[in-house]
């Protein structure tokens, strides 16, 4: 895993000061590539730049947009952070085994680590989007970890397996990637949609759980094509004719 292909993610950020100290936790283990969604505050604000403490750089740097979907663009794979057990979703890890697979991962694109807001975290909606849920092992009893603790925690545990293991051979055939499993996602959606079959269900949570049953899969991206081919055969017209 290189550090550089590492994107730190927040969203909806309220709070400047927030974003000024993400920036320094990230510069202190050598990161550089935030990410902003829809933040609720300049990130060039003197509280920003005062609490980035000579990161400022990563501020100016820092990219912004509009929803998750673009921030996730061109990653091959997404860890969202959740302090609360989130029962029948996609793979769960916390901290440390999670940072071990990222080292592990193969193949081109970024490996994004994605924040909620500070009240809330992430939507549900929002964490479809990730390959997988992330839990920093705390004290049950008092859980308060703010933002740049998050932040500061997860950078350090990519630092360490980023510096401490020799780094392997890529994976000849990763799992498929954000983009492409999105796209399937959207296809998938529309056939179902087509043939009447979420008219049956709840739409939105049968969406969700197909979508935790092809992460929990990890199809690569052959198989993605394979996958992508058959519902383009099942709206083929000429399927229905004698």
Request: proline share 6%; with cysteine.
């Amino acid at each position: 895993m290189s550090l550089e292909r590492t994107r730190i993610v927040l969203v909806g950020t309220t709070h400047p000061g927030n974003i000024g100290a993400a920036a320094r936790a990230m510069r202190t283990m050598g990161l550089a590539r935030l990410h902003l969604v829809a933040p609720a505050c300049d990130p060039g604000d003197a509280k920003a730049v005062a609490r980035a403490a000579g990161a400022s750089e990563l501020l100016e740097q820092a990219r912004v947009y509009p929803d998750l979907a673009s921030a996730l663009a061109g990653c091959r794979a997404a860890f969202g952070l959740s302090a609360r057990p989130r029962s029948g979703r996609q793979p769960q890890h916390d901290l440390r085994p999670a940072a071990e697979a990222a080292a592990g991962e193969g193949g081109e694109g970024d490996l994004a680590w994605v924040f909620g807001r500070e009240r809330t975290g992430l939507t549900n909606a929002e964490l479809d989007r990730c390959h997988a849920l992330v839990r920093i092992p705390a004290d049950p009893a008092y859980q308060s970890l703010n933002l740049a603790q998050s932040v500061q925690l997860v950078a350090w545990e990519l630092r360490m397996v980023g510096t401490g293991a020799a780094a392997g051979p890529a994976e000849a055939d990763p799992p498929a990637s954000v983009d492409t499993l999105e796209r399937f996602f959207e296809h998938l959606e529309e056939v179902a949609g087509r043939v009447g079959f979420l008219d049956r269900h709840n739409p939105a949570l049968t969406m969700r759980r197909l979508r935790h049953l092809f992460r929990r899969a990890q199809p690569r991206e052959d198989e993605v094509r394979l996958l992508r081919g058959l519902l383009n055969h099942v709206l083929d017209p000429r399927r229905w004719r004698g």
